[in-house]
């Protein structure tokens, strides 16, 4: 059974930094391009921040260009999204996904690519 376990996630004042993680099982890790996205009540989910196997290639969202950074540890089957200079406006229910990847290549921003899915982690931001 596939899991994907976001964590990290909390209540911070703007300008400050949270790191998310998200550790899977159930799959073998290295076959799957990572991504994050968010969700605001009553908002699409949106892409944030993908990455590919080999974790060599990255892209974001221009909304996390330069703020943002994602990463993964290949060896805990784990990736991680750096959050700096928060803003009230990166307020969401944030989520990683995975997709099976027959190369090493990026993930799509589409959420419909993506094969699993996590329960996602609170971030709020607050003014």
């Known amino acids: 059974q596939v899991q994907l376990v976001e964590s990290g996630g909390g209540s911070m004042q703007a300008g400050g930094s949270l790191r998310l993680s998200c550790a899977a099982s159930g799959l073998t890790f290295t076959d799957y391009a990572m991504a994050w996205f968010r969700q605001d009540p009553g908002k699409e989910r949106e892409f944030v921040a993908g990455?590919?196997?080999?974790?060599?290639?990255?892209y974001y969202a221009d909304s996390a260009k330069g703020r943002f950074t994602i990463s993964r540890d290949n060896a805990k089957n784990t990736v991680y999204l750096q959050m700096n200079s928060l803003k009230p406006e990166d307020t969401a229910v944030y989520y990683c996904a995975a997709v099976y990847s027959d190369y090493d290549v990026l993930p799509s921003r589409l959420s419909s690519s993506f094969d699993y899915w996590g329960q996602g982690t609170q971030v709020t931001v607050s003014s």
């Open positions: 990455i590919n196997w080999s974790a060599g290639r990255t």
